[in-house]
């Protein structure tokens, strides 16, 4: 009964490698979004989707592409993965402008 | 914009110690006021809310009012315990960036 899932909950892979990040929520919710969270734990807004429409794309590099094939999913695809992609990537949804309902976070090590 | 000011951390305490962590914020208008707590290894989770001028939100022990004449939302318990370890984030409705919120470390 899982609200929010993403996978894989590790991801280690090399420099210029392309991976995906899944995000899936089951609770109906209208809105979904992309963090990225440093190792200081500052987090940060990347991407958010409302309805399947792009609505917020922070300066994120172009190497980095959200795809939402319905309400329910928002996946991530990052091109040519660089060191300082390392981080944790945190997927989220929420009805709009209510609070959010976070997953538990994909750790991602670049080698 | 809406925005929160947090104080700075990390903050370290004692068992039972007493635990304010501050947090003001601007704002056009009322929006919602959210404390989310991150435990080690997790998301984060919604801990309290209150939605408009003079509402308190409490969750697990914690409190929070939302003080217009201060502009302020400061989280407040009584007597924090180890499992209160975390990292906790305020944050309006409308803000998006959580920043770098604050870590609490309570000691045994």
């Known amino acids: 009964d899982t609200a929010v899932s993403q996978t894989p909950k590790y991801l280690v892979t090399q420099m210029g490698n392309d991976k995906s990040i899944k995000c899936e929520q089951n609770l109906g919710h209208d809105t979904m979004y992309w963090y990225k969270q440093d190792s200081k734990k500052f987090l940060k807004i990347m991407f958010s989707?409302?309805?399947?429409?792009?609505?917020i794309n922070e300066t994120v590099p172009n190497r980095f592409s959200p795809k939402s094939p319905d309400k329910a999913h928002l996946n991530l695809h990052i091109n040519s993965l660089e060191l300082g992609d390392s981080a944790v990537y945190f997927c989220a949804s929420s009805l709009f402008n209510q609070p959010q309902h976070f997953g538990d976070g994909t750790r991602l090590s670049i080698l | 914009g809406n925005s929160v000011t947090q104080m700075e951390g990390p903050v370290t305490l004692s068992e039972e110690a007493f635990l304010t962590i501050n947090c003001t914020y601007t704002a056009t208008g009322y929006p919602s006021l959210f404390w989310y707590v991150q435990y080690p290894g997790e998301g984060l989770q919604l801990l309290l809310k209150?939605?408009?001028?003079?509402d308190k939100g409490s969750n697990k022990g914690f409190e929070a009012t939302y003080r217009k004449e201060t502009t302020s939302f400061h989280l407040e318990k009584g007597s924090v315990q180890v499992s209160d370890s975390a990292v906790y984030f305020c944050?309006?409705?409308?803000?998006?960036?959580f920043g770098k919120g604050i870590t609490l470390s309570v000691r045994p």
């Open positions: 989707y409302n309805n399947k429409e792009l609505i």
């Open positions: 209150a939605t408009k001028a003079d």
């Open positions: 944050a309006p409705s409308s803000k998006l960036t």
